[in-house]
């Protein structure tokens, strides 16, 4: 069972996902120095990769952001999401390195944010650690075993008490629901 703080935690870095104010910003992307930063394409990929992204499509969603990505490769929130969609996709070693790309983007100034993505990144490690040591070798997968020869069955069934006690309750329940449909 997991702990209480740690389902909070982990609900926590979920909904920051998914607010709109966090991951899913970059239809407002402007530089700091005021310039245009995204261009329009790569604003509509990522508004198509918002809407596969929350039908559940995150296939369709990866395919999108990576659209998005060759027409803005500096944008966080480009890489970011297309590392969280990796890794709702199980593709560990894509995601993982998406995430050290969007760690490089981020300015110094957003130490909290590197500390996050710093720990997103081991624990990523991790889980991509015990997965590989988790699969099973070839030389471990035993055999399928043969059975010997041609297995011939000699005996159709028994017809034990069972059987019979089973047959005469179907048996008068058929015949008393006959009696009855032909009173009615």
């Known amino acids: 069972m997991?702990?209480?703080?740690?389902?909070?935690?982990?609900?926590?870095?979920?909904?920051?996902?998914?607010?709109?104010?966090?991951?899913w910003a970059q239809e407002d992307a402007v530089a700091e120095d005021g310039m245009e930063a995204t261009p329009p394409e790569a604003v509509e990929f990522f508004r198509q990769?918002?809407?596969?992204?929350?039908?559940?499509?995150?296939r369709e969603a990866a395919q999108a952001l990576e659209r998005a990505l060759v027409l803005d490769p500096n944008s966080p929130t480009l890489v970011f999401n297309l590392a969280r969609v990796y890794e709702l996709l199980g593709e560990l070693d894509l995601s993982l390195r998406y995430y050290e790309?969007?760690?490089?983007?981020?300015?110094?100034?957003?130490?909290?944010?590197?500390?996050?993505a710093e720990?997103?990144?081991r624990r990523l490690q991790g889980a991509r650690t015990s997965?590989?040591?988790?699969?099973?070798?070839?030389?471990q997968v035993e055999a399928?075993?043969?059975?010997?020869?041609?297995v011939v069955v000699r005996e159709n069934g028994v017809a034990d008490l069972g059987f019979w006690l089973t047959l005469g309750v179907g048996a008068a329940s058929?015949?008393?629901?006959?009696?009855?449909?032909a009173l009615t």
Do not use: D, K, M, N
């Open 131 to 139: 997965t590989e040591r988790e699969a099973p070798q070839p030389e």
């Open 2 to 23: 997991v702990p209480a703080h740690r389902a909070l935690l982990g609900l926590l870095c979920f909904l920051c996902v998914l607010r709109p104010g966090s991951g």
């Open 174 to 181: 058929l015949a008393t629901g006959g009696v009855l449909g």
């Open 101 to 116: 790309q969007y760690q490089q983007l981020l300015p110094q100034q957003q130490a909290r944010e590197q500390a996050r």
């Open 49 to 58: 990769a918002r809407e596969r992204y929350e039908a559940g499509q995150y």
């Open 144 to 150: 399928l075993r043969q059975l010997p020869g041609l």
């Open 119 to 121: 720990a997103t990144i």
